[in-house]
């Protein structure tokens, strides 16, 4: 067995070599002992594409047609060039998204078709969007288990190999009920009881242990609820807050399905896609940690109700709880302490509830004044 006794002689080093207490991280770049942490066959070797600094990267974003990816490809193509950022899913794209920029089918789970579209494709950082959220991961967790867990471990390889700068999001569901809630910091009592929480703390570790441990370049934000116009969301416990606006809308009558004191950290859309470009350009050296909370407001339905009555006060809002929801809801942070994220890289938000709610109305009224014209 060559490979595993040079594997083991190499780690057995990198632990030796340890400084003092053993508390320093063990950083073992692949590239540079030629193993990845994915057993392999003897005579394979790895090599991962240079990036240069100057150079724009070669992106993938997995689970590109969700409520977040669509946003992302746009804001990257701005900055990085239309062809320098693939979207992948494994749902069939829209015609205008289709349009819009390279688009390519990625099934996260078929860890061969992922090495082929990196390789390909010379990718240089990779995007990890492809999830089950919440309440959907809860209604399938086997399925849910194997897209969040073995999806990731196919992502954490292949970026590992490939010397790939990745970006995994977390989110306020990867706290649970014995986490301090009002606020909740970087570093705490972590022991979600959703499906969807614990892949997610998983992910936070197993990146972080990549990072650690060979030296990939893992970057992490957990997430509030995001809140968009043009995207609905994959079936969350946040969901309420954007479907409010549809149906305030069409009906002007929402029915809520979480209480009306439900209190959860939420964030505009554009804000979530620019820290997560912010977090991925900024320097090794500024990051203190690789996994931070993001925040930008905190509200429950009634508030973000009263406030949409301000523009619209012939809303209705009823409530009507799902159990299942509620209980995720009652289990999650209230508000997010992100004071690292603003120290090390600069992190500010724009938005908070008065100007995301008239951004939405406005997106609204626009799509609406364009409907009537048609
Ligand atoms: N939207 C939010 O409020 C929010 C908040 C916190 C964290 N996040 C995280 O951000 C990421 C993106 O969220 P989103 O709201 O766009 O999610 P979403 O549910 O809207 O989209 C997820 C996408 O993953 C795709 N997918 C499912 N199985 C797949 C597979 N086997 N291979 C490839 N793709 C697969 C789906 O087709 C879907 O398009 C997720 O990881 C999510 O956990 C989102
Ligand atoms: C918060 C987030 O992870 C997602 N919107 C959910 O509710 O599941």
């Known amino acids: 067995m060559p490979v595993i006794r040079t594997i083991s002689k190499v780690a057995k080093q990198a632990l030796l070599s340890t400084p003092g207490c053993g508390c320093q991280p063990v950083t073992v770049a692949v590239r540079n002992i030629s193993f990845s942490p994915r057993q392999v066959t003897s005579d394979a070797s790895f090599h991962s594409v240079s990036f240069s600094e100057t150079d724009h990267p070669k992106v993938l974003i997995t689970g590109g047609l969700g409520q977040l990816g669509v946003g992302l490809a746009k804001l990257l193509r701005k900055r990085f060039g239309k062809n320098n950022v693939i979207l992948s899913d494994i749902r069939k794209p829209p015609s205008n998204v289709f349009h819009s920029g390279p688009f ?10 992922l090495r082929e579209i990196v390789v390909n494709n010379r990718i240089t950082w990779l995007v990890h ?14 399925l849910a288990r194997s897209v969040n867990i073995t999806g990731l471990h196919n992502i954490l390889d292949i970026a590992a190999e490939h010397g790939l700068r990745l970006f995994v999001p977390s989110t306020i569901g990867a706290f649970g009920p014995s986490s301090p809630r009002n606020p909740t910091p970087d570093l705490c009592v972590q022991r979600p009881r959703t499906i969807y929480g614990v892949s997610k703390v998983h ?4 990146g972080e242990y990549y990072h650690h441990r060979y030296g990939l370049d893992f970057r992490c934000l957990r997430y509030p609820g995001i809140i968009s116009a043009d995207s609905m969301p994959g079936g969350g416990t946040t969901d309420y807050a954007v479907q409010i606006f549809h149906d305030a809308i069409k009906k002007a009558k929402f029915e809520c399905n979480l209480r009306p004191d439900s209190r959860l950290p939420m964030m505009y859309i554009d804000d979530c896609l620019r820290a997560t470009l912010e977090v991925m350009e900024a320097p090794a050296d500024a990051l203190s940690m690789r996994t931070y909370n993001i925040n930008a407001m905190s509200f429950t339905p009634e508030e973000l109700a009263q406030e949409l009555q301000k523009q619209m006060p012939e809303l209705e809002v009823t409530y009507d709880i799902d159990p299942v929801r509620q209980a995720i809801a009652d289990s999650w942070p209230m508000n997010f302490d992100d004071s690292n994220a603003r120290k090390d890289w600069g992190w500010k938000h724009d938005y908070d509830l008065p100007e995301l709610v008239q951004t939405m109305l406005n997106y609204f009224g626009v799509e609406t004044r364009m409907a009537s014209a048609n």
């Open 104 to 113: 390519i089918y990625s099934d996260i789970l078929d860890y061969k078709n």
């Open 129 to 142: 969007y492809s999830a089950l959220l919440s309440a959907v991961g809860e209604a399938n967790v086997a």
């Open 203 to 206: 992910a936070e570790l197993m």
